[in-house]
């Protein structure tokens, strides 16, 4: 609306000057004609008049243009009152999400159904709910997209695009297997990049990608400091590797050179997949990187970087990397012992109650 009457602003001073240069040049031609006595004076009666019907048709389209403004102005006004009235936060919540200016953060988050998914999910949600200009792409390992996710997702406030595909079997997690023993989560972040890549032109829509698995814990810091990715940004992850925080190593002129970490430091991004974030429009220009599930443990993150970034291009967050802005937090396994006597004694939990 205010730029709707600046503008009209704007061309009324554009109307006056024009009309004061007429009224300077009308001058001007009385002082040169002047001489010339009467005979000019027609025309500069035919100037005036031309100048004046000209002003007038201009004040008329801008009167035009000020009605159809104040006319949809009206309209907004209504909208706004009559949404507030159904849903008395979704205005003011609209308004403070979208920023025009900011690059899209998309969120990559691989999940599966387990005892604590719904927890886990609700945690990282309400959390990505505080940033703007945020795309939340879930993707379920599973062969069919979950009902618990789905009504999740409807009711999350977020933009979210919710996909699936299942972890190839011989990739999968037994029962028993420790969760180190395969790697997870690797092909739902690929099918989301193939989604990226197909839905999204990073060179009209500017954006920064991030793989959000759903334990970690995430300050909202990481995000202001993920925006501005122009290659992939790195910083510190904390509780990982068997350490209070892994962190890329940082030389005399800020760039990154070696990683602390205790676990494999050989490897050649030796980082885990929530210490870094990637500009869209780069991976764009590398569009076959995808992350590689046969690659020995540990070098999952290192088998897309390597596509797409040397070490030297990487871009330090979080003050030089001194900051720990996210955890690789881990939930631990709930049990069951007296929800599986329950079941054997034939009196389950209500299976009606989502948890
Ligand atoms: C660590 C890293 O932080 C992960 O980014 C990396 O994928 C993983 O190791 C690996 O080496 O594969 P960790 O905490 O051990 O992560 O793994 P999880 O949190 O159990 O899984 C990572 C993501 O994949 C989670 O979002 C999880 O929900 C999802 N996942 C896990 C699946 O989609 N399917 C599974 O069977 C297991
Ligand atoms: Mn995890």
Redesign the pocket.
């Known amino acids: 609306m205010r730029m709707g009457r600046s503008t009209i602003q704007k061309l009324l001073i554009l109307c006056l000057c024009a009309s004061l240069l007429g009224f300077f040049m009308m001058i001007m031609n009385i002082g040169f004609n002047c001489q010339n006595g009467a005979k000019t004076k027609g025309n500069v009666d035919g100037l005036a008049k031309e100048i004046n019907d000209d002003f007038k048709k201009k004040m008329k389209e801008l009167e035009e243009k000020e009605k159809n403004i104040n006319l949809a102005a009206k309209r907004l006004d209504f909208l706004q009152t009559t949404l507030r009235r159904q849903y008395p936060y979704a205005v003011d919540y609209i308004s403070q999400i979208i920023d025009d200016d900011l690059p899209t953060i998309y969120a990559i ?4 159904a ?1 005892h604590v ?1 719904k927890a ?1 999910l609700t945690r990282i949600s309400q959390t990505f709910l505080h940033i703007k200009n945020f795309h939340w792409i879930v ?3 599973a062969l069919e997209k979950s009902q618990l996710v789905s009504h999740f997702l409807e009711k999350s406030g977020l933009v979210y695009t919710h996909l699936n595909t299942k ?1 190839p079997e011989h990739y ?2 037994g029962e028993n297997d420790p ?2 023993l ?5 092909e ?2 690929n099918l989301a990049i193939d989604w990226l890549l197909r839905h999204v032109d990073a060179n009209k829509e500017p954006g920064v990608l991030y ?6 814990t995430y300050d909202l810091q990481i995000f202001h400091e993920m925006r501005s990715t122009q290659t992939v940004s790195v910083w510190p ?1 904390g509780i ?1 590797g068997g350490l209070k925080f892994e962190r890329p190593l940082l030389n005399a002129q800020g760039r990154v050179y070696a990683w602390y970490t205790a676990w494999k430091p050989e490897r050649p991004f030796a980082i ?3 210490g870094f974030a990637v500009n869209l429009q780069l991976l764009q220009q590398n569009s076959q990187a995808r992350f590689d599930i046969r690659v020995p ?2 070098y ?2 290192s088998s897309l970087l390597s596509k797409i970034v040397t070490m030297e291009d990487l871009e330090p967050k979080a003050d030089l990397c001194t900051k720990v802005y996210v955890w ?1 937090t ?1 939930t631990e396994k709930p049990k069951m012992k007296q929800e599986d006597i329950l079941l054997k004694q034939g009196k389950p939990s209500d299976p009606n109650v989502e948890v």
């Open positions: 988050t691989p999940t599966y387990r998914q886990e993707v379920e390992d972890t999968q997690l969760s180190w395969k790697p997870r989560g690797v739902q972040r793989f959000a698995d759903d334990d970690n992850v990982v885990d997949m929530a443990r540990g999952i993150e690789h881990r």
